[in-house]
């Protein structure tokens, strides 16, 4: 790591980095969250009985939106030509919950983290609002980069 913040000009100016002379690789980044729940909610969304409708296909689809928007949410990224967002779920019967992976790539100049990173959260977000109707109490937890390949940095792994 190194002292310097790199959306911060010499004059401590925010700027989007100029990635304009780094090469184009390929690159791919993991992330993950945990929504707890109640034992009841999670074995509605498992048998696809949630009152709302089919839950983890709605975060699925929504993760992927959000993905491919990050560069209108998040105010200093480069938008990237995404060539795959993945987006699963992994039921948890203790704690009760959903375990939300999402792996993002792009063949470009900088790195997919942020993307992955939005999949997970909107993903979270999304099983929250299919289900708040029966259970207001889930929370998220442990939204966090796992891995990332690719670029001048080399590889992640948590």
Known sequence: MTGRLSHLNDKG???MVDVSAKEVTSRTARAEGFVAMAPATLALIVMGK???GDVLA???IAAIMAAKRTAELIPLCHPLPL???T???DPSRDPPGLRVVATAKVDAKTGVEMEALTAVSVACLTIYDMCKTVDRAMSFSGIR???KTGGRSGTFRR
């Open 13 to 15: 100016d925010v700027r």
């Open 50 to 52: 949630a009152p709302k």
């Open 58 to 60: 709605t975060a699925r």
């Open 83 to 85: 060539t795959q967002v």
């Open 87 to 89: 987006v699963d779920f």
């Open 145 to 147: 980069l796992v891995e």
